[in-house]
């Protein structure tokens, strides 16, 4: 089982970066921290979850849980992943919703493969964190997969699993946006959308995914990066952004 919020100190000795859903782009992700001189010693890399299904190399993306530099939280793909296996229950899906959501890579996989996945991959999505916190205070940022708007402590016990279901699965937030209300601002990711209330009281920057987007998001302190690589296999909607160079944009 994971603990459900994970806290890491700052990184003292180089960047962090936070990516958006991955769903098995394994290749463009590569290019993209070749492009950015990542070096996995020194830099750390978070995700916002959703690691396979509907791309190239679902499998690949889910062998990076082994690299010590890279950190990622669950997001709903990886709980239909395990409910498939019966390894979480869950209030959002059945066990086979996975095959109408891009898993028919599980389909395909060779024995050896299976084997890999259910003996060394799927314990490691299994202990995945919902919220990862990184640094203190004003200094701090989180990671979620769809949205946090419950508060931390709630985090940690979640009896029903509702909890979860919302950090996974809302899009209450991003539907809040309209153009109506926006300005917007240039990044070398593309255009930043701010929202009619950029930040929300007393909540650190909050980067998610989970909602493909033609541009960036920055609405109640929560960051939307899903480019939605998937569907375009190109290195352009596949956000890699310097979690300090992000302040500069939303400040």
Not at 16 to 28: A, I, M, P, S, Y
Not at 89 to 105: A, K, L, M, Q, Y
Not at 203 to 208: E, G, I, K, Q, R
């Amino acid at each position: 089982m994971s603990d459900m919020h994970q806290r890491l100190p700052a990184n003292t000795l180089g960047r962090d970066f936070v990516v958006g859903d991955l769903h098995g782009c394994l290749q463009l992700l590569r290019s993209k921290l070749v492009g950015i001189g990542f070096n996995p010693d020194q830099d750390r890399l978070f995700s916002v979850g959703d690691l396979a299904d509907r791309g190239p190399d679902s499998l690949g993306c889910l062998r990076l849980l082994r690299e010590p530099w890279f950190y990622a939280v669950a997001g709903n793909h990886e709980d239909m992943l395990l409910s498939y296996f019966y390894l979480r229950d869950t209030v959002c899906h059945r066990p086979d919703s996975i095959f109408h959501n891009g898993g028919d890579w599980l389909t395909t996989i060779t024995p050896e493969e299976r084997d890999e996945l259910e003996n060394d991959l799927l314990p490691r999505v299994l202990a995945l964190p919902y919220v990862i916190t990184v640094g203190q205070e004003q200094a701090s940022f989180h990671v979620a997969h769809a949205e946090l708007m419950v508060s931390l402590d709630a985090i940690s016990s979640d009896p029903t699993g509702q909890v979860a279901a919302e950090l996974t699965w809302s899009r209450r937030l991003i539907r809040q946006v309209t153009s109506e209300t926006w300005a917007e601002r240039r990044t070398p990711h593309g255009t930043l959308i701010m929202s009619h209330q950029p930040w929300e009281p007393n909540h650190a920057l909050t980067f998610v995914g989970h909602t493909p987007l033609k541009m960036l998001v920055m609405h109640r302190s929560h960051l939307f990066i899903d480019g939605g690589a998937y569907a375009h296999q190109d290195e352009k909607h596949l956000h890699v952004v310097d979690v300090e160079d992000a302040r500069t944009w939303v400040s």
